[in-house]
């Protein structure tokens, strides 16, 4: 919460993740294990909200909230809402978000690397603008993982836009067509230049742009 009330004060928007607990309540949250940020052990989806609004994040006195209490406290904040896949394929966050954007006031959008829950807002809501999350080449130190993308994604998910790795960047330009490209995560000025060639808006994290 503190994040957003910094990314107002700014001038920006915000991106945020989402997943659901386990008795259905939809919570921002990034990892899906609660240790990197809690210092606990275990897995967001097997507890309930009122678990996790009782855990501390560390380095604070925060706590985990809801995509409820999210929108609630900045109606008026331009925000990205990347929802997490579910590993069992589940599609019931994608509804769940959708109940909470109805009726919500200020700007939003919604993205995923799952096109089954990109196209589910396509079928169901598409007034919202939505995105699929993809990248080519992604190296998390030792471990070098697949492509995050196929042409036919595409046709399942129906994006308003593409949301792609800097690191993928220029060879994403060539799959993206007329679709507006946004980039992440862009962390230092080198990546910025890049990202300024091939995308039309950034998600950055630990520096920040000099203009919004």
């Not at 006195?61 to 406290?73: D, I, K, M, S």
């Not at 069992?88 to 006031?105: E, K, N, S, Y």
């Not at 679709?179 to 998600?203: C, E, F, G, K, Y």
Request: aromatic content about 8%; charged content about 25%; proline content about 7%.
């Amino acid at each position: 919460m503190a994040a957003l009330a910094a990314a107002r004060r700014a001038g920006f928007g915000a991106e945020i993740d989402v997943q659901l607990s386990a008795d259905g309540e939809v919570m921002v949250f990034h990892d899906r294990k609660l240790l990197r940020l809690t210092g606990v052990r275990g897995r967001l989806g097997d507890r309930s909200a009122g678990d996790l609004s009782r855990l501390r994040l560390k380095g604070g006195q925060q706590t985990v909230p809801t995509l409820r209490q999210v929108l609630r406290a900045y109606s008026d904040l331009p925000l990205l809402i990347e929802l997490k896949m579910a590993e069992d394929g589940r599609t019931d966050l994608a509804p769940a978000v959708a109940d909470l954007l109805a009726g919500h006031p200020g700007p939003v959008a919604v993205q995923s690397f799952d096109p089954v829950l990109v196209g589910w807002f396509a079928e169901n809501c598409p007034t919202v603008r939505r995105g699929l999350i993809a990248y080519q080449n992604r190296n998390f130190g030792h471990k070098v993982v697949e492509p995050r993308f196929r042409p036919e994604f595409l046709e399942m998910a129906r994006p308003d836009f593409l949301a792609w790795d800097v690191h993928s960047l220029p060879v994403a330009s060539r799959l993206t067509g007329d679709l507006p490209v946004l980039t992440w995560t862009v962390r230092s000025l080198r990546d910025r230049r890049q990202a300024a060639l091939h995308a039309t808006n950034i998600i950055f994290e630990g520096w920040q742009p000099r203009h919004p």
